[in-house]
């Protein structure tokens, strides 16, 4: 059983960058598609960017032309390079991968853009 860990989220300001990394326990080759999702307080958890081995990347509206996701299968990592930060970002987020047979979730890492 594969296990996701997030790791990168901090407090930065506005404007700033910042880089989270999914690390899979196992090898993702099998992964149909991973993504994260974020989850701020109050409010529904919501897909901010996905990749697919068929189709390739596809973005929130409210995050496109400033996050880019990318996969590496050497490392079995999943990237989220977030640039232009804004408070509206601030959320927990988390890591998912779609497997053959089941789906996985990260436990989180939060993520907080001040003003």
């Known amino acids: 059983q594969v296990q996701l860990a997030e790791s990168g989220g901090e407090l930065v300001q506005a404007g700033g960058s910042l880089r989270l990394s999914c690390a899979a326990s196992g090898s993702i080759r099998s992964f149909n598609a991973m993504g994260w999702f974020r989850q701020a307080p109050g409010k529904q958890r919501e897909l901010v960017a996905a990749?697919?081995?068929?189709?390739?990347?596809n973005y929130a509206d409210s995050v496109k032309g400033r996050f880019t996701i990318s996969m590496d299968d050497v490392k079995n990592t999943m990237i989220l390079q977030m640039n232009s930060l804004k408070p509206d970002d601030t959320a927990v987020y988390y890591c998912y991968a779609n497997g053959a047979l089941r789906n996985y979730w990260g436990q989180g890492t939060q993520v907080t853009v001040s003003s």
């Open positions: 990749i697919t081995r068929r189709d390739g990347t």
